[in-house]
């Protein structure tokens, strides 16, 4: 929620492709902070697992978007770094540092 109210300022190349994407009749089938976050208010996810999957595939579609560049990898991580930050917190018992390993913040092609 608060990169919906202040993303502007966290992460402006992100939050202006998301704000696209809503906008757009086009991009209904892409994932964005608002798909994931209606969807956890109607309960759709089966498992906390089924969630990190969507933050994942969003943030890699905006980088893929703006071809992985340095500014956008850079706001990525810092999404993904809170989003873990957050699962920490609120799932202690659980470990997340297999799927929060799994995630490149560079193109296929350069690895």
């Known amino acids: 929620r608060r990169?919906?109210?202040e993303g502007h300022q966290i992460v402006p190349l992100l939050t202006q492709l998301w704000k696209r994407f809503e906008n757009s009749t086009g991009h209904?089938?892409?994932?964005?902070?608002r798909k994931i976050h209606?969807?956890?208010?109607g309960f759709e996810y089966a498992s906390v697992v089924d969630v990190v999957s969507d933050v994942q595939l969003m943030l890699k579609t905006g980088m893929?978007?703006?071809g992985f560049s340095f500014e956008v990898r850079d706001e990525a991580k810092k999404v993904h770094d809170l989003f873990f930050d957050i699962l920490y917190i609120a799932f202690p018992d659980m470990e997340f540092s297999e799927a929060k390993n799994s995630?490149?913040?560079f193109s296929s092609s350069s690895n």
């Open 64 to 66: 893929q978007h703006y």
């Open 38 to 41: 209606a969807r956890l208010d």
């Open 103 to 105: 995630m490149s913040f």
């Open 28 to 33: 209904h089938n892409l994932v964005d902070l």
């Open 3 to 5: 990169i919906d109210h």
